[in-house]
């Protein structure tokens, strides 16, 4: 069984609270208790080894301890959340589901099930070798969404080193490497997961001091949110150890104004993509932007300028689009970087490099001199097509207070000028209507 070795050191720490869900505590003994009864539901339910069944719901109990029977069971899993609902059926046809079990807000639950045959020969493949797999869609922000599948076994298998017990807040969807990540770091260690209401600054900060959480893992945007909000000012986050951050490049001037929020607070920069999982990382130091990542499992190496990654925990292969594998393994990450030493600098995915008359500009630098502006909220930094030049700056402004939009400009290049190259400077700026992350908490950069 792939989680005997998880489900016996979760059985150790039976007496410890394994999550906090709606302000109820759950201890690991319950959750384990759970997994059996959950367990002889499948049965009841004719789900077998093999088969290939959705997940909608958060980080409840009825939702984790299914999870763990699945994947015990030697399911294929394809985890769902809110976050995607408007995607839902076409997910669910990709990854060739064959029942759905969804939970409603008080963790009860309903299985849909579904006639269909699997036919994809990679999921045929791992079905032969008796392993349980994980399905997870890409967040579509650079084109259609890709179905990655898994195999959950090595993917779990950096989860039995022992390292820290810590008190986690799940910000991270269940959907995402980043919260499956979260959610197996945390049970293997005996540690407790903190779920939030909502994903709201407030809620977030409040149950933050509500359980006296150690450890946030988020985005570089919420971290932002929280700033602008002030929500750290209005509950007491003396708890937080450490903070991690990834799914996007870090501006600058965020992660200045962080360190300063959070004096004391270790900052973490993270990485990870739905392909390989996430690797292990370790930032030069609190207000840097220079990571080192890789090893145990991963090898890493620059070409052109651009991230490879290799890992023993990679997916077996897309469902709905060609391998992005070499034949020796390699992913070329489209992630552009400049390196010093063992460490390197996130410039920006590849996509989304702005090119003004053969001149590069990197979104995520422009954006952190925007920031650094009296009454900017936020700003989105993308590329528009232009006859002579080929591409200009364009940027996308969220205001604290309405301004109007001709003394804007005046002032953002007038900042600019004196803060970037000439070709870097924005020609067009516009103000935005409304948030310009996804429900991921990612920012958006399409025109």
């Known amino acids: 069984m792939a989680i005997e070795w998880l489900l016996e050191r979760m059985e150790q720490a039976r007496d410890a609270t394994a999550i906090v869900w709606h302000g109820v505590s759950v201890r690991y003994g319950e959750l384990v208790d759970r997994v059996a009864q959950w367990l002889t539901e499948l049965d ?70 579904r006639d269909v045959t699997i036919s994809h020969e990679l999921t045929r493949a791992l079905i032969a070798q008796g ?3 994980l399905v997870l869609f890409s967040s579509g922000s650079t084109g259609k969404s890709k179905a990655a599948l898994h195999d959950f076994a090595p993917l779990l298998e950096k989860f039995k080193v022992v390292r820290h017990r810590q008190v986690t807040l799940t910000f991270l969807l ?27 600054p407030d809620e977030v900060c409040a149950a933050i001091e509500r359980h006296r959480v150690e450890l946030l893992p988020t985005s570089p945007t919420f971290l932002n949110l929280i700033l602008m909000s002030e929500a750290h000012r209005r ?59 890789g090893g145990e499992g991963f090898e890493t190496r620059i070409v052109d300028g651009v991230l490879h990654v290799r890992a023993k925990s990679a997916m077996l292969g897309y469902l709905n689009a060609p391998s992005p594998f070499d034949a020796e393994g390699w992913m070329n990450t489209q992630d552009m970087v400049e390196v010093d030493g063992e460490y390197i600098r996130i410039l920006g995915r590849r996509s989304e490099i702005i090119n003004v008359g053969g001149q590069k500009v990197y ?62 400077v924005p020609v067009k700026i516009t103000i935005a209507d409304g948030d310009q992350f996804s429900s991921r908490f990612k920012k958006m950069r399409r025109s």
């Not at 839902?88 to 309903?110: K, M, P, S, Y």
């Open 44 to 113: 009841d339910a004719g789900v077998a080894a093999g088969q290939v069944i959705g997940i909608e719901g958060d980080y409840s109990p009825g939702a984790i301890s299914l999870l763990l029977a699945l994947i015990a069971r030697n399911t294929i899993v394809v985890p769902l959340t809110a976050s995607v609902a408007v995607h839902r059926d076409e997910f669910l046809t990709i990854a060739e589901a064959q029942a759905v079990i969804r939970f409603d807000d008080n963790d009860g639950w309903h299985i849909d099930r």
């Open 131 to 133: 392993h349980p797999g």
């Open 174 to 200: 269940l959907d995402h490497i980043g919260g499956i990540n979260t959610l197996f770091y945390t049970l293997s260690n005996g540690g407790t997961a903190v779920v939030a209401r909502t994903r709201d």
């Open 235 to 293: 509950y007491d986050l003396s708890s937080l150890k450490l903070i991690t951050y990834g799914t996007e490049v870090m501006p600058q001037a965020t992660l200045q104004r962080v360190c300063e929020a959070f004096p004391g607070v270790r900052l973490q920069q993270t990485y990870g993509l739905s392909e390989l999982g996430i690797l292990r990382s370790k930032s030069r130091e609190d207000g840097s932007l220079w990571v080192k990542i």
């Open 363 to 424: 979104p995520a630098e422009v954006e952190s001199v925007l920031l650094q502006l009296p009454n900017v909220r936020d700003a989105t930094v993308y590329g528009e097509a232009n006859p002579i030049t080929g591409q200009i700056v364009a940027a996308r402004m969220n205001l604290v207070e309405p301004e109007d939009l001709d003394s804007l400009k005046k002032r953002v290049r007038a900042w600019c000028r004196d803060h970037l190259a000439s070709f870097k």
